[in-house]
């Protein structure tokens, strides 16, 4: 097993990431901070997980669940209101501990009720999706959705403990770990493109789940995501270069409905689009941005935008983007690979031709 910290002062926490960690008694007992659990997962992983990480906490705890609706959406406030009523009922104090067991999903809004519950209570993340290990579960950010907008109410919290198995990884459905590469690879893109190079060596093993190639991504991406955030934790400046990709990304989310495109889907097809713009605007060479439309192929990630998508679709969804500021829309963009900047200061008509090109290549690709 190998630990992580994310460098926040006072509220700094450890990243633990190993091979069957779930079982591991001694890390949630550092972790937890009172006698009350509650357990806050989804009914696809119940069955799955939960018996097995009630038993690991024995009985020192009293230990209560929540176990919600599977899917991006039942994001919402009525399902937190869930999480709310069930803490209410089982007498939950404030010093309970909240553990978020599943996806992004459950780790987003199990954080924002620990966030919330009696002004905020001890929170514990076990991500069990690859998206969650490396990115949602690290970092603060909890969080909703409302029907005008995804992620639009929530709150920055930091966890006591990210407790990644990658074993769980097993039962992970092929297209959800394809999702959770496209993070990875965003990594390498925005920060360091010897990882990058090693992604392009490694990507068949990783994604047969080799042990030992996956703790390494992990642990890598993890790294890069816990330097970012403690560098900038409430994304003032440099933090929003983890968006890279997801301004056009959130636009395919949300004009193609929650659900029909993964995250990670979008991400990939959006991180092409930005990629191509930084290409068209002479910052990264075509040999670049074909290296990088290979490894998210290699990884079985979607490299085009949906081609029943149009420029004005693009346009209106990005405007409403959460990063826009003062109407201008802000995008990540790559100087080279490795280096990513944030700019509104792109020219407009290089942005809308990216579009036009990409979506008529979409639409060529599509069979009759
Ligand atoms: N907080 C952040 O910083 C941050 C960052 C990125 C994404 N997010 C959020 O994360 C969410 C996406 O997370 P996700 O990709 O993990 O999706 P998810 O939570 O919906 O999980 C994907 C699917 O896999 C299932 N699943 C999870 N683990 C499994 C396992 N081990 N075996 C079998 N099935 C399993 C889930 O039940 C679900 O059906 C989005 O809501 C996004 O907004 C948040
Ligand atoms: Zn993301």
């Given at each position: 097993m190998r630990t992580l910290t994310v460098d926040l002062?006072?509220?700094?926490?450890?990243?633990?990431?190993?091979?069957?960690?779930?079982?591991?008694?001694?890390?949630?007992?550092?972790?937890?901070?009172g006698k009350q659990v509650m357990i806050v997962t989804n009914v696809t992983l119940a069955p799955l997980y939960l018996d097995e990480l009630i038993a690991t906490l024995g009985d020192s705890y009293q230990i209560d669940t929540c176990i919600l609706p599977d899917g991006e959406q039942y994001k919402t406030l009525d399902t937190y209101q869930q999480i709310m009523t069930t803490l209410l009922e089982k007498k939950h104090n404030r010093s309970t501990s909240i553990i978020a067991l599943g996806g992004g999903v459950v780790g987003?809004?199990?954080?924002?009720?620990?966030?919330?519950?009696?002004?905020?209570?001890?929170?514990?993340?076990?991500?069990?999706?690859?998206?969650?290990?490396?990115?949602?579960?690290?970092?603060?950010?909890?969080?909703v959705n409302h029907p005008l907008g995804k992620n639009m109410i929530g709150a920055f919290y930091q966890p006591q403990a990210v407790i990644i198995d990658i074993d769980s990884l097993k039962s992970l459905p092929e297209r959800e770990l394809s999702a959770g590469m496209a993070e990875v690879?965003?990594?390498?893109?925005?920060?360091?493109?010897?990882?990058?190079?090693?992604?392009?060596?490694?990507?068949?093993?990783?994604?047969?789940?080799?042990?030992?190639?996956?703790?390494?991504?992990?642990?890598?991406?993890?790294?890069?995501?816990?330097?970012?955030?403690?560098?900038?934790?409430?994304?003032?400046?440099?933090?929003?270069?983890?968006?890279?990709?997801?301004?056009?990304?959130?636009?395919?989310?949300?004009?193609?409905?929650?659900?029909?495109?993964?995250?990670?889907?979008?991400?990939?097809?959006?991180?092409?689009?930005?990629?191509?713009?930084?290409?068209?605007?002479?910052?990264?060479?075509?040999?670049?941005?074909?290296?990088?439309?290979?490894?998210?192929?290699?990884?079985?990630?979607?490299?085009?935008?949906?081609?029943?998508?149009?420029?004005?679709?693009?346009?209106?969804r990005m405007s409403l983007d959460k990063k826009v500021l003062d109407g201008d829309i802000r995008l990540v963009l790559l100087n080279q690979l490795g280096q990513a900047i944030v700019s509104s200061d792109f020219p407009r008509q290089l942005f809308e031709n990216g579009l036009y090109d990409a979506l008529e290549s979409a639409m060529k690709k599509q069979p009759a």
């Open positions: 002062g006072d509220r700094s926490y450890p990243i633990y990431i190993g091979s069957g960690t779930r079982q591991q008694k001694a890390l949630f007992d550092k972790a937890i901070q987003d809004m199990a954080g924002f009720a620990a966030a919330t519950y009696q002004r905020g209570v001890a929170f514990i993340q076990v991500p069990t999706t690859l998206l969650s290990q490396v990115d949602s579960s690290v970092g603060g950010k909890t969080g690879i965003k990594y390498g893109l925005i920060a360091d493109v010897d990882f990058l190079s090693w992604l392009e060596t490694n990507m068949t093993a990783l994604m047969q789940l080799s042990t030992s190639e996956l703790s390494d991504a992990i642990y890598r991406s993890c790294q890069i995501k816990a330097e970012v955030v403690a560098q900038d934790e409430k994304e003032g400046g440099i933090r929003a270069i983890l968006n890279l990709g997801h301004t056009y990304g959130h636009a395919i989310e949300t004009e193609m409905g929650y659900g029909n495109w993964l995250h990670g889907e979008a991400v990939a097809a959006g991180t092409m689009l930005a990629l191509d713009l930084s290409t068209r605007m002479g910052n990264l060479s075509e040999a670049d941005l074909q290296r990088s439309l290979n490894l998210f192929k290699s990884a079985k990630l979607p490299i085009q935008p949906p081609s029943t998508m149009t420029v004005e679709q693009f346009i209106a």
